[in-house]
């Protein structure tokens, strides 16, 4: 989501006369994206701009922003404590920019964090920084409705806002144009999604399909979806295109039903069960990922034991595995109690990383043998000799190049495999 939102500020900033520059000793514009979601996050903002510091006591002109969710968490923070920021800029505020930078410029600490209900950056093209040339992400919905106890999203970007169905197909289509191959369409609950226009409905599986239309050597990944909201109907629409890639990303975060109901998740466990079964049988080959929390408050070793039990059972591709930690402003910091000792909690992750290390591992050696078609997105990080790709479950294979180049479509023999890579041969 932030690397979108960077190509709607490098977008913005270019109609201004700004470039992008690699180097940051030639930056007179230096913006540094935020992200509120984990504590760690924002701790290496605080260090990051130390690190830049140096910048702007060689040279005083350079302007230094902060931006995204950590600036409207922590405007007054910011200004109060670090002098060398310019600007603090929330995720709804970007079309403002202009005006900030003038008022930087003259000297005045320029503040805009307001979150907006009708702000979806609609009408601008992002102006990709991506160096493949063949993904892409295109941002279809903003903000979130839910109130998941644990998360600081809704505070930070705002409620829910749906994007104009045409202006995502607009640019959709320009990424075509421009040689991209696959795009991964982005929202925090992407289920939710809904635009109405003369009495007209537009929901995800409309939405999914009209992109996957685009044309069929398209690739079209979504991100993220929600277990209460994610229908039959979406999974038939994924079931009906090729070009809509057979991996969903379905957070769990716990396996134990009242902890589930503590995170204001609003599904059971059973829930959850049936949307796996549900997966399966409609999209036989699907691949699943999720993520999960550890030592959520007041965490048992019984609601732990069901979280393992569950990560065996779904049999997940892949999994983002966290240690709760609070988010101040949230529901979970102002009712309960963050009362899961750390080193329990570093006990209860390492178990469930071991569980799921142990699924992915299976899960990779399983597609030894078998030929999968990879959509090559460049060379591979350890050889210029080997290039490297997606299958449409999201797994990364690297073979000899062989001739073909990125934005090409391949069918892999995979031969054998690491712990995150197939490893295989061009049919
Ligand atoms: S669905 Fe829940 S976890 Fe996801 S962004 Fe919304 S509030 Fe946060």
């Known amino acids: ?62 302007m230094i922003g902060l931006i995204g969710c950590m600036a409207e968490r922590l405007k007054e923070k910011v200004i109060e404590k670090e002098h060398i920021v310019d600007m603090v800029i929330g995720p709804d505020a970007y079309r403002d920019l202009p005006s900030l930078i003038s008022e930087a410029e003259s000297g005045h600490k320029a503040v805009n964090v ?116 994610i229908s039959d109907k979406l999974l038939y ?32 466990r059973e829930w959850y069960m049936d949307r796996i079964k549900a997966i399966r049988s409609i999209i036989p080959d699907c691949a699943v990922s999720t993520d999960i929390i550890a030592g959520f408050c007041s965490e048992t070793e019984e609601d732990h034991k069901e979280t393992l039990s569950l990560i065996e059972w779904a049999g997940f591709d892949f999994a983002y595995m966290f240690k709760y930690s609070e988010r101040p402003g949230t529901k979970a910091a102002r009712k309960y109690k963050d009362d899961i000792p750390e080193e329990i909690k570093t006990r209860r992750l390492n178990e ?35 290039l490297s790709g997606r299958t449409t479950q999201n797994k990364v294979v690297v073979f000899p190049e062989n001739g073909c180049k990125r934005g090409d479509y391949v069918n892999v023999h995979v031969e054998r495999c690491t712990s995150a890579t197939l490893i295989g041969r061009i049919n």
């Open 114 to 229: 307001l979150l907006s209900k009708e702000e979806t950056y609609a009408g601008i093209s992002p102006v990709r920084m991506d160096k493949n040339g063949v993904t892409s992400f295109v941002s279809i919905m903003r903000g979130c409705n839910n109130m998941c106890a644990y998360c600081v999203v809704p505070y930070v970007r705002g409620a829910e806002r749906s994007r104009d169905p045409e202006s995502i197909l607009n640019e959709v289509n320009e990424l075509w144009a421009n040689g991209y191959r696959e795009v991964t369409l982005l929202g925090q609950n992407v289920d939710s999604y809904s635009w109405e226009y003369e009495g007209h409905k537009t929901g995800f599986s409309e939405l999914i399909e009209k992109v996957a239309l685009v044309n069929p050597l398209l690739r079209v990944r979504f991100s993220t979806s929600h277990p209460k909201d």
């Open 352 to 386: 469930i990383i071991s569980v799921q290390n142990k699924i992915s591992a299976r899960s990779k050696k399983q597609d030894i043998g078998r030929i999968f078609e990879v959509l090559i997105e460049g060379n591979s990080k350890r050889s210029q000799d080997y």
């Open 1 to 62: 989501m932030n690397v979108a939102d960077s190509e709607v500020v490098v977008a913005i900033l270019s109609d201004l006369g700004f470039e992008l520059t690699d180097s940051i000793g030639e930056a007179g514009l230096i913006l540094i994206n935020t992200c509120s979601i984990r504590e760690n996050a924002e701790q290496r903002i605080w260090g990051r701009l130390k690190a830049i510091s140096h910048y702007k006591k060689k040279d005083n002109r350079i």
């Open 237 to 268: 629409t994924i079931s009906k295109y090729n070009n809509i890639c057979k991996h969903i990303h379905l957070p769990v975060q716990s396996g134990s039903s009242r902890i589930l109901k503590l995170m204001n998740r609003e599904y059971t």
